[in-house]
């Protein structure tokens, strides 16, 4: 009896590596191989001054920059995938009209011919070095007083959270979209083991822990392939961070919204503001909900 015991448990832990192994590459194989073809392409026709920002490296950040005479205060605005420097048009038009620098930062230009889409709809920690040279440089130009603030949309919005974190001089962020990729992975795996994982134990419903643990082996996983790191939201929203306005559409299907409930749960509730803009898809707030997105943040820079 304990021979067959110890054989049982011999074979299930077997299975269970093998198990890992496999499903692991096959998750972070999934995620590493999508490329983000954006919806529709804005016109590359925008107000502002362009100016090239160097890092660290020599290598070239490319931006738009508006200077409002006089302002003590600036929003850095960081496009979504798919988008350019000259996306902030579409989502931050009305900032410079309430006394601010707008200064709108490329994230495309420095992925190189490898495919501007390229793993570019997830947020990566060399985006957020390039978002932080930016900061810098904003504090150089416009003065070491300047109050900044972050403006991120989808994946922006994601590299713009990140690096609030890392430089005192960012007062507060605004959020359009921000997403966890972890949570994006367990949708995937919620939806998929049934159909993928043979022999499958589980049925239609995997347990959670199941789908927790392989979640984050395929993010870990996709690191080590990718050669990069990515954003972990999920881990910075437990972190002290400035102000920050979450703005998200109601019937977004990138995000949706057991996402926001998640994050809710995981943030800090007294630094978070939320706005959920009725029938807007993911990308659409400003679209379906211009008069209350104006508002709201206007309201909340105001504040900060």
Known sequence: MRFFLLFAALVVGAYG????????????????????????????V?????????????????????ECQGASRAVIFCHESGG?????????YFVPALGY????????????EEGKNSLSQWPT????????VAVRWAKKALGPDIK?????????????????????????????????MKEIFRDYIRKWAPVLVRPNFFGENTPDWVVHLFAGLGFWYSQRRSGRRFVDVEDLMR?????????????????????????????????VKWLVVPGAGHNE???LGRESYEKEIMDFLGRV
């Open 17 to 44: 590596v093998w198990a890992a192994f496999k499903y692991t590459r096959l998750i972070a194989n999934i995620f590493v191989s999508l490329v983000y073809r954006p919806a529709d392409e804005l016109p590359l």
């Open 46 to 66: 925008s107000r502002g001054e362009k100016v090239n920002i160097l890092d660290s490296s020599d290598r070239e950040i490319e931006g738009l920059l508006l």
């Open 84 to 92: 350019a420097k000259e996306s902030w048009e579409k989502y931050a």
């Open 101 to 112: 620098h707008l200064l709108s930062v490329d994230f495309e230009n420095g992925r190189g």
């Open 125 to 132: 920690r060399e985006d957020v070095e390039r978002l932080l």
């Open 148 to 180: 900044i603030a972050l403006f991120g949309v989808s994946n922006g919005a994601d590299i713009a959270f990140a690096a609030s974190l890392e430089d005192p001089s960012v007062r507060a962020v605004v959020a359009d979209g921000l997403f966890s």
């Open 239 to 271: 972190k002290p961070h400035p102000p920050t306005l979450m703005i998200y559409g109601e019937t977004d299907d990138y995000i949706p919204s057991s996402h926001r409930e998640f994050l809710g749960r995981a943030g800090r509730s007294d630094s």
């Open 285 to 287: 707030s400003v679209i």
